[in-house]
């Protein structure tokens, strides 16, 4: 194989895949079939949901920076100004959900900050790769550039956009409908003569002209505008044509627009392709599903499937999970998809506020199999739900759970699995040996002395998946490599950056040649949306296990790396 996956498209949902796999460790060829990344602003709103994955994958902050809150809108008429428009329903922030508004950045800045992160974790873009033939058998997928070139992967995933060659090669179709017959341009542009301290909206005119808004990019000098023609108008997307249609419907001249730095347009509709899946080829974001962009939920969608696919690509690549787990990647996020498709749809119509719906902090997976609750009377947080944030001991859960790997949260005293307890709190729970491939997920933090004593071991060619740091000494069996600050057994890789609060436990059964699954366990008095239990929390940030007491939770997690 010259790689373990092929990801066919670098937009916001292929560069956060192959970050996600990076930081796991697995080999995957980014192609994009362009020279360069996509160069507009389109898909600028990052949801609050979206925020928590990025905050995850650590470009969170690069991505504030570079951005804003969305503005007020401001309605004009006749060249006056008559009254503003809350684009948005407020929320207030919360302890466990810190990220209460969209954010705000052009589609092209989220772009680059994702490629220099997967730069950061090792991996790269391959420029003017376009697929143009994939074939696949029961070993792998076989994929022919335009070039003649030709490369092998164990799995691929189309990410190439809502015209995805890849999906088209596989037979897969789409069904939908046309959301608006009207034709919509946008476009970035600079503008002199308005302010950039609103989002500025034109209504239709009595002449039959459709709507016009510009709105102030954060972090640029840009606006975007956006303008709604009749049905069977071709919108010119010259530098003249915008000129021509800005004067037409605003008091400003047409000199007013004195650069055009993007242009195209759309029809807008809500297709959702039929399969997700076909063999050993996945389909995410606009290849499985096309929004109106009214909601903002077409970037946000497609990059929560990526994460939902890349720890479970990374679970049977790298950890021994049986390859059966990628089949929940679809029975999880196609009816995702489907629920947020109706959503968009209902906000393009006006039947819909943007609201708590569209920040997709409710989304989850209860209906998954994924998903076991073994509580008799389940609490308000429910297995499949998103794991709020919270503070147990003074530490914030989102600063645990970042990194790849699992947490298991024991609160108001639930007891976690018994293993042989290490000094410094290392632990292998259950009585599991993580031989082998064992992974140690995310930054591995040891106070003192974390010593494996008796049958307790990291042997072999242990991974430590993120930065292994010890402030004491970091002892474990077989070969030990200290490289700086990271000290591991056997053969040691500190790839990415993750940060891990609390103890580092393998929680399984038995020990296993395919590596047993690393679980971060934090344990303290309950944040008031959690209440008492055990809550294992998978790598994207979902509750996969509840329970009263710790009976199951071996044999479920043996399903994510106890294969052979």
């Not at 970050?19 to 460790?25: E, F, M, Q, T, Y």
């Not at 920040?359 to 794991?387: F, I, K, N, V």
């Amino acid at each position: 194989m010259d790689t373990e996956v092929l990801v066919v498209g670098a937009g916001p949902t292929g560069l956060t895949l192959g970050i996600d796999l990076a930081r796991r460790g697995v080999a995957a060829l980014v192609a994009e079939r362009a020279q360069t990344l996509f160069p507009g602003s389109r898909g600028k709103g990052i949801q609050p949901r979206t925020m928590e994955v990025f905050d995850d994958l650590g470009v969170l902050g690069a991505l504030r920076a570079a951005g804003g809150p969305y503005p007020v809108g401001m309605v004009w008429q006749d060249g006056r100004r008559v009254g503003e428009h809350r684009m948005f329903d407020p929320a207030e922030p919360s302890e466990d959900a810190p990220y209460n508004e969209p954010l705000m950045v052009p589609q092209w800045r989220t772009q680059e900050i994702l490629r220099a992160r997967l730069e950061e974790l090792g991996g790269s873009v391959a420029f003017g790769r376009e697929v143009v033939g994939l074939t696949q058998d029961g070993g792998g997928v076989r994929a022919e550039f335009a070039s003649g070139e030709m490369v092998t992967a164990r799995y691929a995933v189309a990410a190439d956009g809502g015209r995805s060659t890849v999906r088209r090669l596989l037979g897969i179709g789409m069904t939908g409908e046309t959301v608006d017959p009207s034709p919509v341009l946008v476009a970035d542009v600079r503008i002199s003569g308005l302010d950039r301290d609103n989002w500025h909206l034109f209504p239709p005119g009595g002449d039959g002209d459709g709507y016009l808004a510009l709105c102030p990019l954060a972090g640029t000098e840009d606006f975007q505008l956006t303008a709604q023609f009749t049905d069977g108008t071709v919108p010119d997307l010259s530098l003249e044509g915008i000129r021509k249609v800005v004067a037409a419907r605003t008091h400003l001249a047409p000199e007013a627009v004195t650069e055009l730095r993007w242009a195209s347009d759309f029809r807008p509709r809500a297709a959702l392709a039929d399969r997700f899946r076909s063999g050993r080829v996945f389909l995410a974001g606009d290849a499985a599903h096309v929004h109106s962009p009214a909601g903002g939920q077409g970037l946000n969608t497609s990059v929560q499937d990526a994460y939902n696919l890349g720890w479970k690509l990374g679970a049977v690549l790298r950890d021994g999970a049986d390859p059966a787990l990628l089949d929940s990647y679809e029975e999880e996020r196609r009816p995702v998809a489907a629920d947020v498709l109706g959503l968009s749809t209902r906000v393009h119509r006006g039947e819909t506020r943007r609201g708590d719906a569209t920040r997709q902090l409710g989304l989850g997976y209860r209906h998954s199999p994924l998903t076991h609750d073994t509580r008799p009377e389940p609490g308000p947080l429910r297995a499949g739900d998103r794991a709020p944030d919270g503070t147990v001991n003074g530490t914030r859960l989102f600063d645990t759970f970042r990194g790849p790997h699992w947490t298991l949260l024991a609160l108001e005293g639930a007891q976690a699995p018994g293993g042989a307890e290490a000094p410094g709190g290392a632990q292998a729970a259950g009585g599991a040996h993580a031989a082998g491939g064992a992974h140690a997920a995310g930054e591995a933090q040891a106070a003192g002395e974390a010593q494996a004593p008796g049958g307790a071991q990291a042997a072999g060619g242990a991974r430590a998946v993120g930065e292994a740091q010890a402030a004491g000494e970091a002892h474990a069996a077989g070969e030990a490599h200290a490289a700086g600050e990271a000290h591991a057994a056997g053969e040691a890789h500190a790839v990415g950056e993750a940060h891990a609060v609390g103890e580092a436990h393998a929680v399984g059964e038995a020990s296993a040649s395919g590596g047993a699954v690393v679980v971060r366990v934090v344990r303290g008095p309950a944040p008031r949306v959690y209440g008492p239990g055990l809550y294992l929390v998978r790598p994207d940030g979902y509750v996969g296990w509840a329970g009263d007491s710790a009976a199951g939770l071996p044999a479920y997690l043996a399903r994510f790396g106890q294969g052979g």
